[in-house]
């Protein structure tokens, strides 16, 4: 059976100068198939919302629909290192509700670690949730539960203010626990900066090929997704239309007659109709 993964091991991998790849998670038949492909870390996102659920973003996804997805993302991968996102109001009201709802990941659903948005000001709550036994994994620059404050999506930290307000941030995060951090959506060589800066990993999305790992909504890999597709998104394949064309075929030979044809029936006595007296 293999190994799962663990905050130290992923910890490790940075300091051997090895690449993380994480991918999101929403249900146990992508959880298997994505854990069979050897993907470091599966993320759990919010992003759920969007690609799953059909909100219009990521803050209506509720705590109770995370725990459903991350529970069955456990049952789908059981031996895969799983991250928890803690939703919009999970853990801004009190540190006490974050470590509740951190706690939840950990006991109901059976994730690793947990996310979430946030520079300095989530700090205080991240030491609360390392001191509670909640590993945290940070997420700055462009953070989609507070997109509106950010002037919506788009690429943060091109000033040098705000720049070095990433930079300390990250220090922040790193100094208050956190075991790794997520870079949304900055110019390469501020996720160069803040990768060589901290001893964390670093783990971008739109963020360049400095970071330590890489993290994709996999719909967005699979080109599963196409509502909204970020320019840093490399799709690997097009399943999109794959889908269109075998769902059309269904149709027309359902509505043709010719399927199910014998090879996909189940046969029977040839006079049945006899035999039922009919
Ligand atoms: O919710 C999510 O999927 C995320 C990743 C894109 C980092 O936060």
Not at 34 to 63: H, Q
Not at 148 to 154: A, I, P, S, V
Not at 163 to 170: G, I, Q, Y
């Amino acid at each position: 059976m293999q190994k799962r993964n663990t905050v130290a091991g992923i910890m490790a991998m940075k300091k051997a100068g090895e690449k993380i790849t994480m991918l999101t998670a929403y249900d146990a038949a992508m959880a298997a198939m994505l854990a069979a492909s050897d993907v470091d870390m599966l993320l759990v996102g919010d992003s759920l919302g969007m690609v799953v659920l059909g909100y219009d973003s990521t803050v209506s996804v509720t705590m109770d629909e995370m725990i459903h997805h991350a529970s069955a993302v456990r049952r789908g991968a059981p031996a895969a290192f799983v991250v928890g996102d803690m939703p919009f109001g999970s853990y801004q009201s009190s540190r006490r509700d974050a470590i509740l709802n951190g706690g939840r990941f950990l006991k109901e659903a059976g994730c690793d670690a947990i996310k979430l948005e946030g520079g300095r000001e989530v700090c205080g709550t991240v030491t609360a949730l390392v001191r509670a036994g909640i590993s945290v994994m940070g997420h700055i620059g462009l953070t989609p539960q507070t997109a509106t404050q950010l002037g919506g999506y788009k690429v943060q930290g091109r000033d040098i203010e705000s720049a070095r307000k990433m930079v300390e941030d990250a220090l922040a995060l790193e100094k208050a626990g956190a075991f790794a951090l997520v870079l949304e959506c900055i110019p390469d060589e501020l996720g160069r900066i803040i990768t060589e800066e901290i001893s964390i990993p670093t783990i971008g999305i739109g963020a360049g090929v400095h970071c330590d790992g890489q993290v994709l909504v996999t719909h967005d890999l699979l080109g599963m997704f196409d509502k909204f597709i970020p320019s840093f998104v490399k799709s690997y394949c097009k399943l999109a239309p794959a889908i269109k064309e075998a769902v059309g075929e269904y149709n027309e030979e359902v509505r043709s007659g010719s399927y199910p044809d014998k090879e996909h029936s189940f046969s029977s006595e040839s006079n049945l109709r006899k035999l039922l007296g009919l």
